[in-house]
């Protein structure tokens, strides 16, 4: 969107991006699948923390979220099948990797698993936690919204904490299929919460209001439901904090 010249439609743009990357699968998926055998650990190999290891572990995820890209049954038994080799190992990152893929088929059961297994897991530790929240947040799902909603019941998720806060809220404002969806839901969501958030933490609510700043690069009609949202917290001067009605005031005001 950056690169772009307005008008932008976040939704399409995301899904031509999803298109090139299904075609790369449909043309390389034997290379992919070899690369990722060649690079996957022996059973029962230490974990060696260092620049080389790193960067093998690095390729073999990208090689992962591509085959991913399928949603079958094979990619989602590969993904569960590294998950539980990263627990046994003791290797966060490949762990990570695989539950951002589970995430996108969240109701199978191996998601529902690892889900679970990566929350007990954490035992409590707050920056583990925060993952966890940030990976469903950001799941590429056409409920993602309602999903967010549901995250946000959980006992361990207060607005009071920044952390947590920017886990989820931030992290959703980030994902284009719910964030931008045409009906303007992801941006009632997002104005609601910058009006919540105000009252317990301005500076973080003023930072959440940066999310609209690509306003005026969308299509018209995204256009007119971000700029009907930001002049509704803009009229909100007298309850507002001086962070947030000034970055509001200043995102409400960019040209196109």
């Known amino acids: 969107m950056e690169a772009m010249a307005p008008p932008i439609d976040p939704i399409s743009l995301h899904k031509a991006r999803g298109a090139v990357k299904k075609a790369i699968v449909a043309a390389l998926h034997d290379d992919l699948e070899k690369r990722y055998a060649e690079l996957s650990p022996n059973p029962g190999e230490e974990l060696i923390i260092d620049g080389p290891n790193a960067a093998t572990r690095s390729l073999r995820n990208v090689c992962l979220g591509y085959l991913a890209m399928a949603k079958d049954d094979a990619s989602t038994e590969r993904c569960m099948a590294q998950f539980t080799e990263a627990r046994s190992r003791g290797c966060m990152t490949d762990k990570l990797a695989a539950l951002e893929q589970l995430v996108e088929v969240p109701d199978c059961p191996e998601a529902k698993k690892a889900v679970k297994q990566f929350y007990e897991d954490a035992k409590g530790d707050a920056l583990v936690i925060n993952k966890w929240f940030s990976m469903q947040a950001g799941a590429d799902l056409e409920d993602a919204l309602q999903r967010v909603q549901l995250l946000m019941q959980h006992p361990d998720f207060t607005l009071k904490n920044p952390n947590r ?92």
């Open 165 to 256: 806060l920017r886990s989820v809220i931030s992290v959703f404002s980030g994902n284009v299929a719910g964030f931008h969806k045409a009906d303007g839901s992801g941006y009632a969501f997002l104005a609601d919460k910058i009006l919540e958030v105000d009252k317990l933490n301005p500076q973080m609510a003023s930072r959440l209001a940066k999310a609209f700043a690509t306003w005026a690069k969308l299509d018209a009609e995204r256009q007119g439901l971000v700029q009907a949202r930001l002049k509704a917290l803009n009229q909100q001067k007298d309850s507002l904090s001086k962070y947030t009605f000034e970055v509001v005031s200043t995102v409400l005001g960019a040209k196109a």
